[in-house]
């Protein structure tokens, strides 16, 4: 297109435009042979390696990992020229001795493994034999070819002219090639090489064509057309480091905009070439929306689309699925999918939600498709649509995909959309390719291979954008820059890994025999793309590289490329270079508390409260931070109900709460006695698993973490009755009351409106005369937290909560129950050892004296801080401010 324009605005007369071609397609018509797909490929490699491999063979989701690998060096053997039989002896010879032993025989895995690589020659023939018979070629094996057929190419294009622009590095092919044309027809080539890189005997940007100068007798005769002299002309160059990835398609539209702005003409002549182009979504949504004319050369990668991850999650959902049903994870992850909520609730009932719900509180941990449907109903067409009871065959599964491409594209979701119309279109030409691919070769036997084929296939699509090539910003990868100059150039992902790609030892060939041999190794690679950086800095004016300073972004972040450092080490001087920064300015600013004033509704929400009843929980949930007392207990806002794999510690603590209760509720207004607490100790296992079903939902309890739970709180309670036992034998203990419902009215002169308190008491006992009441905690609980010295602190300091909420409990039970004197303590199941942990008055910190009886004048001290904690919640002057947790 470029060239086209080029020619047409310095021709002064009409002609006909030349052939043009890129060099594969000009090889490709040499040869005479079609390009196969790298899918075809993969499969015809498949079926050689199983032809010619006797022993034991790997199936074809295995093979498709490696094989890709044995593809890719196949194709450079051939584009090299490389004697492939010397080659594969060379790589045999290597593996033996990589694998030599001192047993004179080998193992049965020896002998395989060596066969393996012995066989190769093979397999690459009976390759490149079968994709020949079909017209068809890799593009090692089509450039091979080409060589073999050039003469009679040339033969026929006797009157023709050939010549050739902006190349630099040529595999052996297309080197022989070349050269031929230009000694045999009317041609000429032209390069496109700065001086300054020439005359630098080590700069990689002239590497490749140095190598040609010295090797082409073609070059020593006629000279290199196309040097230039342009790299030392004035112009600016700012490199950016900027913190993570994605900040660097924000810092670039914010570029663009100061561009557009200060000098709009030179968004004309100005191309954004991206070193990763993973980041082309993000850049897109960066582009200021004033800038109109916007090119995008590279395609848009299927497998970036919503729908891809939709399939794939989709084939992958029968992949996790075991004998028990789907991990509610895996589940809930395919059903929170756009594409999912379109077809399941069709404008009907939240049907997900409905599904999400009935999980979470049935806390199912593995889902089958008979639950599924007990939620939705038998009817549900949709939900059979997506869920069997049988996994699918590879075709099966593309039957089904088929279907529900066809019910995606009636949703309104699509049908309104002409990009989503267009999505659904190349997946469903995607999944018929799949199916004819399925039907022609019988390997593609599980959905593991159908998966691993659908994301090859995947890979290499991509949706074009149309727009303007000639006009506007230009948004390119680095290849697409080859051969096209402009005015500003913005470079982004200029990092080591990214530009250059550095090393990557993604072959069979070891890296002494591809030098040995002529191969290409990394450092070829990398002067390639040396040269297309330092090309595109050439003829530009205005230069802004971007990289990732962080170095954590796992993609090449945090060590800028060696690009730059070679630019800012260059002994040139004459180049304007500034290096910068790209960071927010950040102030140092302390913690805002949060702040939230009792305005008339909160007030009422307080009334409200009230008059309920505060909890001695919900009074030491605002002595820890009023913020949480305001949204969890006044709002209501809890916790997001979740599924539990494994036991919560407030479901723990049910199951311990509830077995206690069942097993001594036949003692209530009885003395404990050591034969029925023996008798009691029997039923622990049955009521701790019926605790167990009926807290715990569905929730299975009979392997890994929960079993273990089970077992903790069996022991737990097991201790608990023993320790009992032992009490019993020693005094004499009466039961009078379990999960006692308490509720009475706190009088507080200063507030017009009533006050109640309620809880639940876990157990009222009465030791050798002394009324006790009695909390069970399942944590962790010390006796120091119950020891109180001074009584503001036991509504201002949340480490003395559990005394408060025993002191709470038992001026509730008082005011039922007028009592002089009672104690109350603690049983930590964590802590069982101490016992009964009493609350106690001290009279200063450090005294081992303390009082543990609990009597009128304890109670009245305790009232009036509970008084005073109550009257500040109520007051509308005092706002809740949150308390550093």
Request: glycine share 4%; proline share 3%; with cysteine.
């Given at each position: 297109?470029?060239?086209?324009?080029?020619?047409?605005?310095?021709?002064?007369?009409?002609?006909?435009?030349?052939?043009?071609?890129?060099?594969?397609?000009?090889?490709?018509?040499?040869?005479?042979?079609?390009?196969?797909?790298?899918?075809?490929?993969?499969?015809?490699?498949?079926?050689?390696?199983?032809?010619?491999?006797?022993?034991?063979?790997?199936?074809?989701?295995?093979?498709?990992?490696?094989?890709?690998?044995?593809?890719?060096?196949?194709?450079?053997?051939?584009?090299?020229?490389?004697?492939?039989?010397?080659?594969?002896?060379?790589?045999?010879?290597?593996?033996?001795?990589?694998?030599?032993?001192?047993?004179?025989?080998?193992?049965?895995?020896?002998?395989?493994?060596?066969?393996?690589?012995?066989n190769l020659e093979s397999v690459y023939r009976n390759f490149n034999g079968a994709l020949l018979k079909k017209g068809l070629g890799h593009q090692g094996l089509v450039y091979r070819t080409a060589c073999e057929k050039l003469e009679g190419y040339l033969e026929e294009q006797f009157d023709k002219t050939f010549i050739f622009l902006g190349f630099n590095a040529l595999n052996t092919a297309e080197s022989q090639i070349m050269q031929h044309i230009l000694d045999r027809c009317s041609s000429e080539i032209y390069w496109d090489?700065?001086?300054?890189?020439?005359?630098?005997?080590?700069?990689?940007?002239?590497?490749?064509?140095?190598?040609?100068?010295?090797?082409?007798?073609?070059?020593?005769?006629?000279?290199?057309?196309?040097?230039?002299?342009?790299?030392?002309?004035?112009?600016?160059?700012?490199?950016?480091?900027?913190?993570?990835?994605?900040?660097?398609?924000?810092?670039?539209?914010?570029?663009?905009?100061?561009?557009?702005?200060?000098?709009?003409?030179?968004?004309?002549?100005?191309?954004?070439?991206?070193?990763?182009?993973?980041?082309?979504?993000?850049?897109?949504?960066?582009?200021?929306?004033?800038?109109?004319?916007?090119?995008?050369?590279?395609?848009?990668?299927?497998?970036?689309?919503?729908?891809a991850s939709f399939f794939d999650k989709f084939i992958a959902l029968y992949l996790q699925r075991n004998t028990q049903g789907w991990f509610y994870r895996d589940l809930l992850d395919f059903l929170v999918h756009p594409s999912v909520n379109y077809l399941v609730d069709a404008g009907k009932a939240n049907v997900v939600g409905s599904i999400e719900n009935a999980i979470k509180t049935k806390n199912w941990t593995y889902i089958t498709v008979s639950k599924l449907l007990s939620i939705c109903g038998e009817g549900n067409d949709?939900?059979?649509?997506?869920?069997?009871?049988?996994?699918?065959?590879?075709?099966?599964?593309?039957?089904?995909?088929?279907?529900?491409?066809?019910?995606?594209?009636?949703?309104?979701?699509?049908?309104?959309?002409?990009?989503?119309?267009?999505?659904?279109?190349?997946?469903?030409?995607?999944?018929?390719?799949?199916?004819?691919?399925?039907?022609?070769?019988?390997?593609?036997?599980?959905?593991?291979?159908?998966?691993?084929?659908?994301?090859?296939?995947?890979?290499?699509?991509?949706?074009?954008?149309?727009?303007?090539?000639?006009?506007?910003?230009?948004?390119?990868?680095?290849?697409?820059?080859?051969?096209?100059?402009?005015?500003?150039?913005?470079?982004?992902?200029?990092?080591?890994?990214?530009?250059?790609?550095?090393?990557?030892?993604?072959?069979?060939?070891?890296?002494?025999?591809?030098?040995?041999?002529?191969?290409?190794?990394?450092?070829?690679?990398?002067?390639?793309?040396?040269?297309?950086?330092?090309?595109?800095?050439?003829?530009?004016?205005?230069?802004?590289?971007?990289?990732?300073?962080?170095?954590?972004d796992g993609l090449g972040g945090g060590e800028r490329s060696r690009l730059i450092n070679q630019l800012l080490t260059d002994e040139n001087k004459l180049l304007d270079i500034v290096e910068t920064y790209a960071s927010p300015t950040i102030s140092p600013t302390l913690k805002i508390l949060e702040h939230i004033e009792k305005d008339t509704g909160l007030i009422d929400l307080i009334k409200s409260h009230a008059a309920k009843g505060f909890s001695p929980t919900s009074l030491s949930n605002y002595i820890r931070n009023p913020?949480?007392?305001?949204?969890?207990?006044?709002?209501?806002?809890?916790?997001?109900?979740?599924?539990?794999?494994?036991?919560?510690?407030?479901?723990?603590?049910?199951?311990?709460?509830?077995?206690?209760?069942?097993?001594?509720?036949?003692?209530?207004?009885?003395?404990?006695?050591?034969?029925?607490?023996?008798?009691?100790?029997?039923?622990?296992?049955?009521?701790?698993?019926?605790?167990?079903?009926?807290?715990?939902?569905?929730?299975?309890?009979?392997?890994?973490?929960?079993?273990?739970?089970?077992?903790?709180?069996?022991?737990?309670?097991?201790?608990?009755?023993?320790?009992?036992?032992?009490?019993?034998?020693?005094?004499?203990?009466?039961?009078?009351?379990?999960?006692?419902?308490?509720?009475?009215?706190?009088?507080?002169?200063?507030?017009?409106?009533?006050?109640?308190?309620?809880?639940?008491?876990?157990?009222?006992?009465?030791?050798?005369?002394?009324?006790?009441?009695?909390?069970?905690?399942?944590?962790?609980?010390?006796?120091?937290?119950?020891?109180?010295?001074?009584?503001?602190?036991?509504?201002?300091?949340?480490?003395?909560?559990?005394?408060?909420?025993?002191?709470?409990?038992?001026?509730?039970?008082?005011?039922?129950?007028?009592?002089?004197?009672?104690?109350?303590?603690?049983?930590?199941?964590?802590?069982?050892?101490?016992?009964?942990?009493?609350?106690?008055?001290?009279?200063?910190?450090?005294?081992?004296?303390?009082?543990?009886?609990?009597?009128?004048?304890?109670?009245?001290?305790?009232?009036?801080?509970?008084?005073?904690?109550?009257?500040?919640?109520?007051?509308?002057?005092?706002?809740?401010?949150?308390?550093?947790?």
């Open positions: 297109m470029f060239l086209r324009n080029a020619l047409a605005k310095t021709s002064e007369k009409t002609f006909f435009a030349p052939d043009i071609y890129s060099i594969e397609r000009f090889i490709e018509n040499i040869s005479g042979l079609s390009f196969a797909t790298q899918t075809q490929q993969l499969f015809f490699l498949y079926e050689a390696y199983l032809e010619k491999t006797s022993t034991e063979q790997d199936n074809f989701y295995t093979f498709s990992k490696w094989g890709q690998t044995l593809l890719q060096d196949i194709n450079e053997i051939d584009r090299y020229l490389i004697d492939a039989e010397k080659l594969f002896a060379s790589l045999s010879a290597i593996q033996k001795l990589d694998h030599w032993s001192l047993r004179t025989e080998k193992t049965k895995m020896m002998e395989d493994y060596l066969q393996f690589w012995n090489i700065d001086r300054y890189f020439l005359q630098d005997t080590v700069h990689d940007a002239g590497y490749f064509i140095r190598q040609h100068l010295k090797t082409w007798p073609y070059l020593s005769t006629h000279g290199l057309k196309g040097e230039s002299r342009n790299y030392l002309s004035e112009k600016n160059i700012k490199i950016i480091g900027v913190p993570k990835y994605v900040s660097q398609a924000k810092y670039t539209g914010q570029l663009l905009r100061e561009l557009h702005s200060e000098h709009p003409e030179q968004l004309r002549n100005t191309a954004v070439v991206l070193g990763d182009e993973t980041l082309l979504n993000p850049l897109l949504n960066s582009v200021p929306i004033e800038i109109e004319g916007v090119n995008i050369t590279m395609g848009y990668p299927l497998h970036k689309t919503p729908l949709q939900i059979k649509l997506l869920f069997f009871e049988n996994t699918p065959t590879p075709k099966e599964m593309i039957t089904i995909v088929l279907r529900v491409i066809a019910e995606l594209k009636i949703r309104p979701q699509s049908a309104e959309n002409p990009l989503a119309l267009e999505y659904l279109y190349r997946f469903n030409e995607l999944f018929n390719q799949l199916d004819d691919l399925i039907k022609a070769y019988d390997f593609i036997k599980d959905l593991k291979s159908l998966q691993s084929l659908y994301q090859e296939l995947l890979s290499s699509e991509t949706l074009d954008f149309q727009g303007e090539p000639l006009e506007g910003l230009q948004i390119m990868g680095m290849l697409e820059s080859r051969n096209l100059d402009f005015e500003t150039v913005i470079i982004t992902s200029v990092n080591e890994g990214i530009l250059p790609s550095g090393k990557s030892n993604n072959s069979f060939i070891p890296f002494d025999l591809k030098i040995y041999s002529g191969l290409p190794t990394y450092k070829e690679k990398d002067a390639v793309y040396t040269y297309h950086f330092y090309r595109l800095l050439q003829r530009a004016k205005h230069v802004y590289l971007l990289y990732s300073t962080e170095p954590d913020i949480d007392f305001y949204r969890r207990n006044l709002l209501g806002v809890d916790d997001v109900m979740e599924v539990e794999e494994t036991v919560a510690a407030n479901t723990f603590g049910t199951i311990v709460h509830d077995t206690l209760e069942d097993l001594y509720r036949p003692f209530i207004g009885e003395y404990l006695t050591e034969e029925g607490l023996q008798t009691a100790k029997g039923n622990i296992k049955h009521l701790v698993k019926h605790h167990f079903s009926k807290s715990y939902g569905d929730g299975h309890i009979s392997r890994g973490k929960n079993l273990i739970a089970f077992h903790v709180v069996r022991r737990y309670i097991e201790n608990f009755i023993t320790l009992e036992i032992e009490d019993v034998k020693r005094h004499s203990i009466k039961l009078i009351g379990l999960e006692e419902n308490l509720q009475v009215e706190i009088q507080v002169p200063e507030i017009d409106f009533p006050i109640q308190l309620k809880g639940k008491l876990d157990r009222i006992d009465e030791m050798d005369g002394t009324l006790r009441i009695i909390d069970y905690k399942t944590g962790r609980v010390t006796s120091t937290q119950l020891e109180i010295v001074d009584w503001e602190e036991i509504t201002s300091n949340y480490d003395y909560s559990k005394a408060f909420q025993l002191l709470c409990y038992a001026l509730m039970y008082q005011k039922k129950v007028p009592i002089s004197t009672l104690e109350a303590g603690i049983f930590s199941f964590k802590n069982l050892s101490a016992g009964l942990m009493r609350f106690a008055t001290k009279p200063k910190k450090g005294s081992r004296t303390k009082d543990n009886a609990i009597t009128q004048e304890t109670l009245e001290l305790f009232s009036k801080e509970l008084k005073h904690l109550i009257l500040e919640i109520c007051d509308a002057d005092i706002p809740f401010v949150e308390k550093e947790v």
